[in-house]
């Protein structure tokens, strides 16, 4: 059963940092790119960032290059997210699933998402 549980996220002030994670669990977790995506209420989640199955290639959106890192532990079938100089407009539920550029559709069910909070 493929399984995704993100964690980490919390409140935090404008500026500040928050780690997150997500473990797989159920596949080859890594054989597999993976992917941070967020939502906030009333919009589509979006990519945030991905990294390849070897943590060969990463891409990043726009709007958190150089703030954020997206990293995995192929070890530990997890994929982290650090996340640095925070903006409000960051707050967002944050969700990991498996692909790079695009969702790999039908392959792993959303996890719980984990909400980031920033605020002051």
């Known amino acids: 059963q493929v399984q995704l549980v993100e964690s980490g996220g919390g409140l935090v002030q404008p500026g500040g940092s928050l780690r997150l994670a997500c473990a797989a669990s159920?596949?080859?977790?890594?054989?597999?790119?993976m992917s941070w995506y967020r939502q906030t209420p009333g919009k589509e989640r979006e990519l945030v960032a991905g990294v390849l199955s070897g943590s060969e290639g990463r891409n990043y959106q726009d709007y958190v290059m150089g703030r954020f890192t997206i990293s995995r532990d192929n070890g530990k079938n997890t994929v982290y997210l650090q996340m640095n100089s925070l903006k409000p407009e960051d707050t967002a539920v944050y969700f990991c699933?498996?692909?790079?550029?695009?969702?790999?559709?039908?392959?792993?069910?959303w996890g719980p998402g984990t909400q980031v909070t920033v605020s002051s």
């Open positions: 159920g596949f080859a977790f890594g054989s597999y790119p």
């Open positions: 699933n498996v692909g790079y550029y695009r969702l790999l559709e039908g392959f792993a069910p």
